[in-house]
Structure formats: structure tokens, C-alpha cells
């Protein structure tokens, strides 16, 4: 059988094979980025999320966001608070209203992740 048939030996595919990062995540981490991925992981949120960034100074008006779904403001206001509580969103009231704002560098500290060193 010629050699570039055979199946490699379990030294020779690690030597092959770059890592993904150069630290592993531990427990804690892990269970850290779940919980921050899950918050994004919902197309209602996404959408949020562009919306926010797509504003003037990154930060929209719980009113314009509502308009912008075809869901009642307690929806609204449950995906906003998921997004608020994995450190996504900051919210300032201002009279009756409340303001969402992304918070500086939340979504980089994200993608850093996902780089490769």
C-alpha cells in the first residue's frame, strides 16, 4: 500500500496541525463565553445589536427599537435585558424613556476569542 494512503499515527497528525489559539479556555471561561455567545445567539438580538450600533453615537431609544420589531414592548424589553445583563448594553433612563448604548469594546473582546494568534 503506498505510504500517502496509510492513516497518519497520532504524533504525526499533532505535528501537522497548528493549534487554534495559543491558551485554552478554562471551566470558568468557557462557561463565561456560553453564556455571552447565547445572549447574541438569537436573530431578535442581532438585529438589536445593529440597530444600536447603526445609531448616531451607538445608542437608540427603547421607542425606535420596539418600532423596528413586530413584538410587544415586554418582548422588547426581555431580549434588551438579556443583552444588558451579558454585557452588551448599558441603559440610562432619561424621563420615561430608557437608552440603550453598546458597551465600548464588548463585541472586540468577543472576536478576540475567535482569532488565531
Known sequence: MPTALLPLSVTEAAVCCEPLTQETLTD?????????IKALADPTRLRMISIIAGSPEQEACVCDI????????????????????????????RGTWAYYQLVPGSLDALARVFQSA
Open 28 to 36: 470558568t471561561q468557557a462557561d463565561d463565553l456560553a453564556r455571552s
Open 66 to 93: 420596539t418600532e423596528a420589531f413586530d413584538l410587544g414592548q415586554p418582548t422588547v424589553s426581555h431580549h434588551l435585558k438579556v443583552l444588558l445583563d451579558a454585557g452588551y448594553l448599558t441603559r440610562s433612563k
